[in-house]
């Protein structure tokens, strides 16, 4: 079922979910007055965020290619998780600057198990919300989804942290539990953001395909390319679900354009019918151009 549902449902469902996510958490702030629990909630701010920013690339990604665009809008889903970085480091010092402000003069007087029941459903609804954009986004290649799964899962862990530890600090009466949370909250909420824009600027770098996908091309090329002499030089890109391959076909000299287009039309098939999204580019050269490395399917 996951397989059918479409980029574009998936990120609106993100905006839901995080709007949802965002109310509880602001429910269970104002409730305690917890400046953990205010940390726990800017993040989700920055997931309401993300999550649009992530809709709006989806939808221009999947554009078809155009005169000023020839290989199409891919990479636009890189620029989305990029930015969705840039918020998550920001919201990070957001909520460095509060808990200092309250460091030397904390008060849980308000803090009570309705809070933390709140917050908790939150962090339920955000698990389950991650583990489906994490899931489709490997399945597909969305940078765009995949940095909103990863940060919601950083959202899930920061919860787990700041309920576990507000739950001591009530028991134990360590007011002071409260801004240090908020703080390695805020440290761990900035390491997820420098993890996501890193792997974003790999992709937008034209990273190359995967060392698994990378090992399926060439095989897929050897049973395909039979009647061609050596198959040489593959180069490939990842473009968000895009994915680009090139190489070079060396056939016999006496072969016509006809039989070599035929070999190149199986090529491309086989490729399509194995690897979702990908685009190939064949250049077909003559027998004098063999080379001392290569696939040689015949």
Known sequence: MLKSVSAERLAIGSIAVSLLVLGLKLLAWWVTGSVALYSDALESLVNVGGAALALVAVWYAQLPADSGHPYGHHKAEYFSAVAEGIMIVVAALLIVHQALEVLWAPDLSDLGPLGLLVNGA????????????????????????????????????????????????????????????????????????????????????????????????????????????????????????????????????????????????????????EISGIHATIHVEPDNKLEPVGINPS
């Open 122 to 273: 939150a962090m339920l609804i955000n698990l389950g919300w991650a583990r489906v954009l994490i899931v489709w986004a490997r399945r597909h290649h969305s940078p765009a989804l995949a940095a909103s799964g990863r940060h919601l899962m950083s959202d899930v862990w920061t919860s787990v942290g700041v309920l576990g530890g507000l739950i001591v600090a009530l028991l134990t009466g360590w007011a002071v539990l409260d801004p240090v949370l908020a703080i390695i909250v805020a440290l761990n909420i900035l390491r997820e953001g420098v993890v996501v824009i890193s792997s974003s600027v790999g992709g937008l770098m034209d990273s190359a395909a995967e060392p698994g996908e990378q090992k399926q091309i060439e095989t897929i090329i050897h049973k395909a390319a039979n009647g061609a002499l050596q198959i040489h030089d593959i180069r490939t890109r990842r473009a968000g679900q895009a994915l680009f391959v090139e190489f070079h076909m060396v056939v016999s000299g006496a072969m016509t354009v006809a039989a070599s287009h035929e070999i190149c039309d199986r090529i491309e098939a086989a490729l399509q019918a």
